[in-house]
């Protein structure tokens, strides 16, 4: 074979082995185009996959509402239809809910509430990204207090008061506000504790610090609120008195803890004024909260948010949510026809035959056929070529 003869041969070799190369690469790049997993339909993108934490009391477990999760152990009376994971479920978020009813500060940050159960903090890590809180409410001793104020009628006495009292706000009230001195010098100091913790336990996460939801009315009815605990379920049992008192306070513990998520960096999520109209007080049907009930498995949901309400706090965080993840939108110029434009000059998209792949798999799959079919000619043709020389 002459030295011309062994050139053409050898060039047909490396054109045949580049044609191989990029029918490989197309392959490769076909296979990645059909093993990437897309988002469940509805989930945004850009959460997608997210690890997110969900802590705090009883107003984040869900208290009183079906089915429950038994997590972390069945006396946190966690419910599998809390917003976390209405949340985690809407944007395809991968949750670890450590919400326990009856939380306190200290139960987040520093103590175990329960046997075997550690800090809530104990679930963050470097690699969390999204964490929602409720708490505050139990270092008041709301739940507590509002059980106190419990009366016999609209204009009182108090039934469980000791000492006897006509109503809470002379029982709280009397020469200096009580309760807003606790939250001023207690409440507000084991909020800023704990949400340093928790910004040290998650340098990465976007935190969103929840309100309480308004558990009595801004505005009593004409006709008041006022139903009688011992004779009616989920009833109103406080005087006149004691709901602007209690309303005021709620008031103030909410003002607490929008400061110190402020001061802390994270982000607060309002619900006390977005829920008023829907206290307990508040006409059949319309109640975020629910009343109280005197029964002993019905009690410790009383004045605890019921289905709408926990529809109203998975409302509320998705705003907030939505505002710190925006999805990404890509910009599309249009193309149009310079000579005619218009909506009847854009010629439609040819419809696939339903095979179940989408476009992308099917151009590809074709451009790969259609590179190996005329390349391998063509490299039979060369090594011919060069044989006969």
Do not use: W
């Not at 046997?115 to 139990?138: C, F, H, K, R, Y």
């Amino acid at each position: 074979m002459t030295s011309h003869s062994t050139s053409r041969h050898t060039r047909a070799r490396i054109i045949s082995a580049a044609i191989i190369t990029l029918g490989l690469a197309a392959g490769s790049m076909l296979t990645a185009s059909v093993s990437t997993a897309a988002p469940a339909p509805g989930v945004p993108e850009v959460t997608a996959g997210l690890d997110y934490v969900a802590l705090g009391d009883s107003y984040s477990a869900g208290l009183g509402l079906e089915p429950g999760t038994a997590l972390p152990i069945p006396e946190c009376g966690q419910s599998a239809v809390n917003f976390p994971h209405q949340l985690a479920t809407a944007y395809g978020l991968s949750l670890t809910d450590v919400s326990c009813s009856g939380a306190t500060t200290d139960d987040v940050s520093v103590t175990s509430q329960y046997a075997g159960v550690g800090p809530q903090i104990e679930a963050l890590s470097a690699d969390t990204d999204i964490v929602t809180i409720t708490i505050g409410g139990n270092d008041l001793g709301f739940q507590e207090i509002a059980g106190s104020c419990i009366a016999v009628g609209p204009d009182g006495p108090l039934v469980f008061a000791n000492p006897p009292a006509q109503n809470c706000a002379s029982l709280y009230n009397a020469q200096v506000d009580l309760l807003a001195a606790r939250i001023a010098t207690q409440v507000a100091p084991d909020l800023a504790i704990t949400y340093a913790a928790i910004a040290a336990a998650a340098p990465n996460a976007t935190v969103f610090v929840v309100g309480y939801p308004g558990l009595f009315p801004d505005t009593i009815p004409e006709g008041g609120c006022f139903t009688d605990a011992f004779t009616t379920p989920n009833s109103f049992p406080f005087t006149t008195i004691d709901t602007a008192y209690l309303r005021a306070t709620e008031q103030k513990l909410d003002a607490a803890i929008q400061a110190s998520a402020a001061n802390a960096g994270f982000t607060y999520v309002p619900t006390f004024a977005g829920s008023a109209g829907h206290s307990a007080c508040a006409s059949a049907g319309t109640p975020y909260i629910n009343g109280v009930t005197l029964s002993e498995s019905a009690f410790a949901s009383s004045l605890h948010p019921n289905t709408l309400g926990e529809t109203f706090l998975t409302d509320s965080v998705s705003l907030a949510l939505d505002a710190a993840f925006p999805a990404v939108v890509p910009t599309v110029t249009p193309t149009t026809d310079p000579v005619a434009s218009g909506p009847a000059a854009v010629a439609p998209k040819p419809a696939l035959a339903n095979t179940g792949l989408d476009a992308g798999p099917l151009t590809g799959g074709l451009a790969l056929a259609l590179l190996l079919l005329v390349g391998g000619g063509f490299a039979v043709r060369a090594r011919r070529t060069a044989a006969s020389r």
